[in-house]
């Protein structure tokens, strides 16, 4: 059963800096089980979108409102996918979730992580 548990969300100031870390278990990262993994937002009356994704080639893709300010990663060792998110901004207050697609595709989906900018 794969399982996916989020955590480092919190409240910071305006151009603070947070880690989410997403412990993954029931699928091994080394693989080549996983074609994707990434991280979404969605905010208070907003659609769920995403802010990075690493493919299993580990390209990085990031939407533009995080460009340069967030860094997708992942330890294999640990199973433990990362964001790592600097310069926060109040825009960026939302629940995090953690997401990955198997070799089938299939999606999985973490409970989510909530993260508050203070202005």
């Known amino acids: 059963q794969v399982q996916l548990v989020e955590s480092g969300g919190g409240f910071v100031q305006a151009g603070g800096s947070l880690r989410l870390s997403c412990v993954v278990s029931g699928i091994p990262f080394g693989k080549n089980l996983i074609n994707a993994m990434g991280w979404y937002r969605q905010a208070p009356g907003k659609q769920r979108e995403l802010v990075a994704l690493i493919a299993r080639g580990a390209d990085t893709t990031y939407a533009e409102s995080v460009k340069g300010r967030a860094t997708i990663s992942r330890d294999s060792a640990k199973n433990t996918l990362y964001l790592q998110m600097d310069s926060l901004e109040p825009e960026d207050t939302a629940v995090y979730y953690c997401?990955?697609?198997?070799?089938?595709?299939?999606?999985?989906w973490g409970q989510g992580t909530q993260v508050t900018v203070s202005s």
């Open positions: 997401t990955l697609r198997d070799g089938s595709w299939r999606s999985f």
